[in-house]
């Protein structure tokens, strides 16, 4: 029996222990009309190997040459030593890190994923992570409401240019209770907070900027934390860890940077595997620690006075404080935190800021090529970090098809995701293309708006 | 046994309250209240010069296994909050009825107090519950 | 030692330095605004010394490949190595969430496919995939009561009703939905009081969340008239799935009368629990709750080709709730699982996870422990209770636990459901040996002992672990969430 290592012997034995004939009589409390009739959906079992080879099939079916797609997941190299390390059985098969004494490895190491997070984002607290970006900063949202004491507002301000799927995962979880979401409208041509007309700020609870935004660019971030501030509301910073190497953290935005920080933190060292599972990582002045939802862990000391590790500030959580909690939140993506902790561990300042520094590099190497080809240039103006709206000549979604065909995953047609810019697409770079690659992204891009359009 | 004084009334959810010369009402949690706690982590006050309504939720108070909710006995606005407990928590279990105070309330009728537990009936609940 | 104690300037894992085009002092005038002034001090350390040292660190875990877990509620089993394999091939593991569906149907055919196993399963009409665990799960049950009794434009229902005896997240659920909770009683043999229940319910609920079997380790057996009397009343009952391990091909919530149920992917389907995370909760719907279910979810075409349907397929749906499609590659797993098992490796797992509990349960009762409700079955779990032990000789649950932590045994979970005293609830799951459950009973049988002959051993275990017991107490007081010193220069 696949799983079940009982012999005929030992059931035999088991039964007579508890007293009963069957192993079907221990389940007499179940009134015989609701039991269950034959299973009808599911297959016959199948073997390791029949599953291997039925998975490598259809595996196989789903692979491409080169993906340029970004807009939330990022394709990094992924050392070869953090998963190694983080399929351990140790760290793979533990439970919950709520024995401390048994559990000094996870407790260590998630100490020092907040320490790098909350370095990295250039905050006070992290917590030991949220379930994904999109959520992180549906629970920033909760949390800012109840953190902000200035005033008693359900309003949330959202920067026009976060990305189009974050803003409806909050509005899935936030509205439930009363919150609403105003949009800041951003300038046309260069895709960043119009920073004209702020009264929206005005009765706010908090103001969430996206860094870099959704099409890539950087926003005036000081001048906006600052208006914030002045305003009363608190600051969410949705930042990209990687591009924490390179730009200015939240920590050090305007007069007294931001005070609440979310982001998604699949780039450090978590593979795409179609969006999950990857981890939100969340960090807060201390200040506000108490209000901050997930688990959070502490240095202390044991009874012999050596340091250890323990989940500490519980009171917060579901299991303590029941309907009153931050949120019913009671999972963080350990296992994903591991590889992320191994990742900065492995690439360091250095490491992480040149891969950075080349995505950087890289996307604009690609934006100089593409925009040699008639028809094509970047839609907004203004620097990015390494991600870029292309606007073509055609159809964008049309293009996507044409080059998805020759292997090559050009990037988002932006239509997809709600936004009435059909002829644009949203490119990303990492470190992990080549200047070949970018060639053929450019020969296949010139190729396939030239078929798209002698198709017209 | 938990010390239940004799000069202050009670909540039936463990607070105590007692009236000021200046008709201020000091409230806090009873012995029995932080005995049940344990070592207290964390309280939560109000903000001075919030209003506060009689039975509302006014203040947490947090132990590493619980956190509880502080009622308000009386309707009135909050005068002052014991800031000591910010920095030292272990207040509240080593004199709950004095230097373990939580916030001081001015109340719109003083007389409300009246209709709260005596210590004769509130040692009568602990003594229940246990 | 911290990763960071061992950082010393100007050392790195120089294979990670990737190659750059340009220095950073090349970069367009434009950018400097922007850049970065102060590094943000990661470790700086060789790849041999990340290795060791997280090597070191896994060793000072419990974990399942090494220990027995049987954590009640928690259901610790083996993940058979060969779903992760599957879940982890290339194609996979590089497919980027947005790519187009011509370029994902292998990896929607194996969504679709599940889809329809959990249905199977559990006896409901349909199936989203797209909650992240357990608790988002219950959060887009509870999202759909809420949308349903909206739709209808019956605004009075503002009340979630959850026994006593629930898990935390069920009242944390109901209020981030912005319901009100209220608690109902569990009579003394563990079920229901129906009687209360009857006297709280009316054209306020909104609805039901219960766990069956209950989180006191028994089956409920009143559900039919529960469901029967929440539903007259004009509101759904939602399935907490925590426990269907438990259940597994022999009753279905759909058939027990729920409209929505959870199910939690990385206890019952071969997702091994990381050290606190990942999960995954899929939700289930009976036919009036199918408009609300969370996208996306996958579909086929006449002509045979998976596809992704969104908002506008549903345009009542309660929404998205990840970035992209939940754990995706937990629902992998999942979906090897289910094949590596099929439908009679499914009816197995309720069958042995049962007999396992109860043998387990009757032979502690044989070496003197006591049970919390003797005159019932266990289900895959049951709970002991310690009161006795606490009351002669000052030892506690929690005390019970640690010292079984030196026997080389993960504790059980202690103080859950909150309503018994010093209890420890257990669950060994169907995948432990007969020889393994013994040694368990035996290393109990050795502690009941101690409890008499030197309860002070008891009161300070653990004795053989890296940590003695943490000050809790201290690590609340003196937060110390990040490490502040300076790295150590070379």
């Known amino acids: ?456 | ?130 | 030692m911290l990763i960071f104690e061992r950082s010393r300037e100007g050392r790195s894992a120089g294979a990670q330095q990737v190659e750059t085009r340009s220095a950073i002092e090349a970069l367009a005038p434009e950018m400097e605004a922007f850049l970065r002034a102060e590094p943000a001090k990661l470790p700086e350390v060789s790849e041999l010394e990340v290795v060791r040292h997280y090597t070191n660190l896994s060793a000072k875990n419990f974990a399942i490949d090494r220990q027995f877990y049987p954590l009640g509620s928690c259901t610790m089993k083996y993940n058979p190595r060969g779903a992760a394999a599957a879940a982890n091939l290339a194609g996979f593991s590089n497919r980027h969430p947005l790519a187009p569906e011509a370029q994902s149907q292998g990896y929607l055919a194996c969504l679709y496919e599940l889809q329809g196993y959990l249905r199977d399963l559990t006896g409901m009409k349909a199936v989203s995939l797209t909650p992240m665990a357990g608790a988002q799960g219950e959060f887009a049950g509870v999202a759909m009561i809420r949308a349903y009794h909206q739709k209808r434009g019956d605004h009075e229902r503002v009340e979630i009703l959850v026994p006593e005896a629930a898990h935390g997240t069920n009242p944390a659920t109901a209020v981030m939905c912005g319901f009100v909770v209220r608690e109902i009683p569990v009579t003394e043999d563990g079920d229901v009081d129906l009687a209360a229940l009857k006297a709280v319910v009316g054209p306020r609920t909104a609805g039901l969340m219960m766990t069956n079997p209950s989180t006191c380790g028994v089956f409920e057996r009143q559900i039919a008239e529960i469901a029967e009397t929440v539903h007259e009343a004009g509101g759904l009952l939602y399935y907490d799935g925590a426990n269907l391990n438990a259940i597994l091909g022999k009753v279905r919530p759909g058939d027990m009368g729920f409209d929505v149920l959870h199910m939690n992917l990385h206890k019952t389907f071969a997702t091994p629990h990381g050290g606190g995370g990942p999960g995954s909760g899929p939700v289930g719907v009976s036919e009036r709750l199918l408009p609300f279910l969370p996208t996306p979810t996958v579909g086929k075409s006449s002509t045979g080709e998976y596809r992704w349907l969104t908002e506008k397929d549903l345009p009542d749906t309660i929404g998205r709730l990840s970035g992209f499609m939940g754990n995706a590659a937990i629902l992998l797993r999942a979906y090897a699982y289910a094949r590596l098992l099929g439908g009679a490796g499914m009816e197995r797992v309720g069958a042995f996870a049962t007999l396992n509990a109860n043998y387990l349960a009757k032979r502690l009762t044989e070496v003197g422990f006591d049970l919390a409700f003797p005159n019932r079955r266990a289900t895959h779990e049951f709970i002991v209770t310690l009161a006795k032990q606490a009351k002669h000789h000052q030892v506690t649950a929690m005390d019970v636990a640690k010292r079984l932590l030196d026997y080389g045994v993960h504790a059980p979970t202690t103080y859950f459901p909150l309503l018994i005293p010093e209890c420890l609830l257990i669950e060994p799951t169907e995948t432990e040996s007969k020889a393994e459950i013994d040694g368990f009973v035996e290393a109990m049988a050795r502690i009941a002992e101690e409890i008499g002959a030197e309860p002070d051993r008891v009161r300070s275990a653990p004795h053989t672990l890296p940590v003695t017991r943490l000050d809790d107490v201290k690590a609340a007081r003196d937060l110390d969430l990040a490490w502040t010193d300076e790295v150590v220069s070379a």
């Not at chain 1, 190497?245 to 005070?259: F, H, K, S, V, Y």
């Not at chain 2, 909540?11 to 409230?27: G, M, N, P, Y």
């Open chain 2, 1 to 130: 046994m938990a010390e239940v004084r004799d000069d202050v009334r009670y909540l039936a959810s463990h607070e105590w309250v007692k009236l000021e010369a200046d008709e201020t009402a000091v409230v806090g949690i009873s012995d029995h209240a932080q005995a049940a706690l344990g070592d207290v982590v964390y309280v939560e006050l109000p903000e001075v010069g919030s209003r506060v309504a009689a039975g509302d939720e006014m203040a947490v108070v947090e132990s590493v296994k619980a956190a509880s909710d502080i009622y308000a006995p009386v309707t009135g606005e909050i005068t002052a909050v014991n800031r000591v407990l910010e920095d030292a928590p272990e207040t509240v279990n080593e004199a709950p009825f004095d230097t373990g105070w939580f916030v001081k309330i001015r109340p719109d009728d003083a007389a409300s107090l009246e209709s709260l537990l005596l210590p004769s009936a509130y040692q009568a609940l602990c003594e229940s519950e246990a």
């Open chain 1, 1 to 456: 029996m696949p799983f079940i290592p009982h012999t005929e012997a030992e059931q035999t034995a088991m039964l007579e222990v508890i007293g009963v004939p069957t192993i079907e009589a221990l389940f007499d409390e179940i009134p015989p009309a609701l039991r269950a009739g034959a299973l009808t959906e599911l297959p016959e079992g199948i073997s390791e190997m029949a599953l291997m080879q039925l998975m490598s099939k259809r595996a196989r079916q789903d692979e491409v040459e080169l993906c340029f797609l970004g807009a939330g997941a990022y394709e990094h190299h992924i050392p070869a030593a953090v998963w190694d390390l983080a399929n351990r059985g140790e760290f793979l098969t533990a439970y919950t890190p709520y024995q401390a004494e048994a559990s000094q490895g996870t407790l260590q190491l998630i100490y020092e994923f907040q320490t790098m997070i909350a370095r990295l984002t250039g905050m006070e607290v992290a917590n030991a992570s949220v379930y994904d970006g999109a959520t992180a900063l549906a629970e920033a949202m909760l949390m800012a409401v109840r953190a902000n004491k200035s005033n008693k507002s359900k309003k949330i301000v959202v920067a026009g240019n976060l990305n189009p799927r974050y803003l409806a995962v909050c509005r899935s979880i936030v509205t439930n209770q009363g919150l609403e979401l105003e949009s800041l409208p951003i300038d046309s041509s260069s895709g960043t907070v119009s920073t004209d007309d702020l009264s929206a700020l005005t009765d706010a609870a908090a103001l969430v900027i996206s860094y870099p935004n959704f099409f890539g660019g950087l926003d005036p971030v000081d001048g906006l934390t600052d208006a914030a501030a002045a305003a009363g509301a608190l600051v969410i910073g949705v930042v990209n860890p990687t591009a924490m190497a390179l730009l200015r953290p939240p920590g050090c935005w305007g007069e007294r940077g931001a005070d609440i920080v979310v982001g998604e933190g699949q780039p450090l060292g978590i593979p795409l595997a179609s969006g999950g599972p990857y981890l939100g990582f969340m960090c807060c002045r201390k200040a506000y620690v108490r209000q901050m939802p997930g688990r959070i862990i502490g240095r202390t000391l044991d009874q012999t006075g050596q340091p250890g590790y323990a989940l500490t500030l519980q009171a917060r959580e579901q299991h303590i404080r029941r309907g009153k909690a931050t949120s019913n939140i009671c999972t963080n993506q350990g296992l994903l935190v591991t590889a992320a902790t191994i990742y900065l561990s492995l690439l360091g300042d250095e490491g992480l800021k040149r891969v950075a520094l080349q995505s950087h590099t890289g996307m604009k190497e690609l934006t100089t090529k593409a925009s040699s080809i008639e028809g094509v240039k970047p839609r907004f103006t203004g620097p990015v970090f390494h991600e870029q709206v292309l606007s073509l000549p055609v159809s964008a979604a049309a293009v996507v098809a044409v080059m998805a065909r020759q292997g090559v995953l050009p990037g988002l047609p932006l239509d997809e995701m709600g936004l009435s810019m059909p002829d644009c697409l949203l490119v990303n770079v990492t470190e992990t293309k080549t200047s070949e690659d970018i060639a053929r992204f450019t020969r296949g891009l010139a190729a396939a708006i030239e078929e798209v359009a002698s198709a017209c």
